[in-house]
């Protein structure tokens, strides 16, 4: 097939699947996904996500659920990762650990792993003790690309995940919302080439100089597959959806806005487009790690909310974005080592920067595994005190 034969039916691949993940869902017109679960207790984080008032900002925080909780590292002891992942139950248990620990949380986020799409591609994915994730047979030349299975039907070779959903937003019995997400495309296509993490991405991006129609190939299949996967956890019971471009600091202006920004853009004018149809409305986050140089360019694809790490000044990046976007973000994941005196302190002065209006607390990226989980109960209340 030629690369305009290909691009031609990827255009197809890239909007059917959208509607053919949702099967025989047509016939029903409309699901009404939250009569199926306990009513809603605390809508902060919703109401925040759409501009609505709010009595206290709402907090959650990038891995909540993990390694830094002894509860999770006891039960780390008898699962292997990917085993938890794939385990509806154990996944579940371990999503509402923080919760059951902190009082003031307003959301759980679903205890999954992005690079569960790279695995139903066909890829392997490890996750070696001490070393993270490690894709042992990456893709070194575009002719690898042949050993991806595609397209992916999510709804069946992830069906798990939407099945800890399901069981997950039933035993949260209403007191949060449960957060679903997935990988963006660059960020899965950098693992997928890197093999694992990487101090500079050029593997990744040797692939954007030197194929620049075989990456784009790429990521057309990794944003089909990415749509369909979150319209799928919308259905399950996922009431809100974040997207983590969390390599996006390793582009600058030019590629981000060749290669990342499309797919950013498409998958949520697609998972929208596919949730309004179904009567489903959940809204959207996009959190582009290290995006500083693109504020402008995300504000305007739609999404409800953009995540800001920390070195982004929320002044600056609400002056950048406009009135109509709600931030999240951005205390310094390392602010954490600080006494607690600190962190309140901190916090506090962070949301009063970012204001009570269309704003939602959160570190500016995942929470390391060595920080005290009594510093991160300081930190949530800090935030409710404001």
Not at 64 to 81: C, D, I, S, V, W
Request: glycine residues 6%; charged residues 20%.
């Amino acid at each position: 097939m030629s690369l305009v034969d290909y691009f031609s039916s990827t255009l197809l691949f890239i909007i059917l699947p959208t509607f053919s993940s949702r099967g025989s869902s047509l016939a029903d017109s409309a699901m009404d996904v939250d009569s199926k679960f306990p009513p809603l207790l605390n809508d902060r984080l919703l109401r925040a996500a759409r501009g609505e008032p709010v009595d206290k900002v709402p907090v959650w925080v990038m891995r909540q659920a993990g390694r830094y909780l002894p509860e999770f590292r006891e039960f780390k002891t008898k699962h292997e990762f990917f085993e938890i992942c794939q385990t509806p139950e154990l996944a579940c248990e371990i999503t509402l650990q923080p919760i059951r620990r902190y009082p003031d949380l307003d959301a759980s986020i679903i205890f999954s792993d992005i690079l569960v799409i790279p695995q139903a591609m066909g890829m392997t994915v490890e996750m070696r003790p001490g070393v993270g994730p490690v894709l042992p047979q990456p893709l070194v030349t575009p002719q690898d690309l042949e050993r991806l299975s595609f397209p992916v039907d999510v709804s069946t070779s992830l069906k798990y995940v939407m099945d800890a959903i399901t069981l997950t937003r039933t035993k949260l019995e209403g007191r949060v919302p449960l957060i679903g997400f997935s990988g963006a495309p660059w960020t899965l296509m950098g693992y997928m080439i890197e093999g694992g993490g990487t101090k500079t991405m050029s593997k990744a991006k040797k692939w954007l100089y030197q194929h620049p129609a075989e990456s784009k190939k790429l990521l057309s299949m990794l944003t089909s597959t990415v749509v369909d996967y979150l319209v799928e956890q919308a259905k399950a019971g996922a009431q809100l959806l974040q997207v983590f471009e969390s390599s996006a600091e390793y582009l600058g202006p030019h590629l981000f806005n060749e290669f990342a920004l499309p797919c950013i853009r498409d998958i949520r004018l697609k998972v929208k487009t596919a949730l309004e149809e179904l009567n489903i409305s959940v809204p959207m986050t996009v959190f582009a790690k290290g995006a500083h140089y693109a504020l402008e360019d995300l504000a305007s694809t739609g999404y409800d909310v953009i995540g800001l790490d920390w070195t982004m000044d929320p002044v600056e990046a609400r002056k950048r974005v406009g009135p109509n976007v709600t931030l999240q973000g951005n205390f310094d994941p390392c602010a954490l080592y600080a006494s607690p005196e600190k962190i309140r302190d901190s916090a506090e002065e962070m949301v009063k920067n970012f204001s009570k209006t269309r704003y939602i607390a959160n570190l500016g990226h995942g929470i390391y595994p060595d920080a005290d989980p009594a510093h991160l109960e300081t930190f949530l209340k800090a935030v409710h005190s404001v």
